[in-house]
């Protein structure tokens, strides 16, 4: 058994957490450490700990790694000193422990970058859809309120309607949709989402200049 398993035995992940300051609620939630969580966003079990928020994710010694910027060996041997565990750390580390997490810490640190490519994804689709909305309500409005025998229905408009309630659904899954939904529009759709919201702001933006010309 490695120096690693021997502390996840003697110790859990919650006792370690809670240690730390961190309040965990009955639900086994807790405001994250690691951004600024107002509200409680990280799953702590006693195996391991998940933020839902910014992706934070281990066992307990990758959060007293991550916390006072350790490396896991180092972290490992602060937990033995700090809770008198009876574990021995005069052995060395072999090489394939090493490397088994190595892979362990790039494997999450990939999820954390992708992570972080769908928040930049969502926050910029979920300003362009929510801004394609606005410019199909402006244009049915300004057709609404285009003189008789002046307004035409143009294929343009006829797209922008055609396409608004993909847009509401869209909005709907990177606003209020679970994990599951949200990550197959990243993964399956987003080229489609992107093309969309690009063609109804180029067409709304066509629309309503030709529109306000007639109009004045």
């Known amino acids: 058994m490695s120096v ?3 502390v996840k035995v003697h110790i859990g992940a919650d006792a ?4 730390y300051g961190v309040k965990i609620g009955r639900n086994r939630m807790a405001c994250c450490p690691f951004h600024a969580d107002k509200h409680p966003s990280m799953k702590v079990d006693k195996d391991h700990y998940h933020c839902f928020g910014c992706g934070a994710h281990g066992d307990v010694i990758n959060f007293v790694a991550q916390m006072e910027g350790l490396s896991n060996y180092d972290a490992a041997c602060k937990i033995i000193k700090n809770y008198r565990l009876p574990i021995s750390t005069e052995m060395r580390i ?3 422990e090493r490397s088994d997490y190595r892979k362990i810490q790039a494997q999450i640190n990939y999820i954390n970058s992708i ?4 928040d ?3 926050d910029e689709k979920i300003h362009d859809l929510k801004e394609c909305e606005k410019l199909i309500k402006e244009a049915r409005d300004s057709f609404l309120g285009t003189k008789p025998g002046v307004a035409f229905i143009t294929n343009g408009f006829a797209y922008m309607l055609h396409k608004e309630p993909i847009i509401g659904y869209w ?3 990177l606003c209020m949709g679970d994990d599951e939904d949200k990550r197959s529009l990243f993964l399956e759709d987003r080229e489609e989402v992107s093309r969309v919201a690009a063609n109804i702001k180029r067409t ?3 629309i309503l200049g030709r529109n ?3 109009v004045g």
């Open 4 to 6: 690693f398993e021997e």
């Open 16 to 19: 370690v957490i809670s240690d």
């Open 94 to 96: 072999f090489e394939e």
């Open 115 to 118: 992570k972080k490519k769908f």
């Open 120 to 122: 930049k994804w969502a």
């Open 171 to 173: 909005l709907d899954i």
């Open 204 to 206: 709304g933006y066509e």
């Open 212 to 214: 306000r010309k007639c």
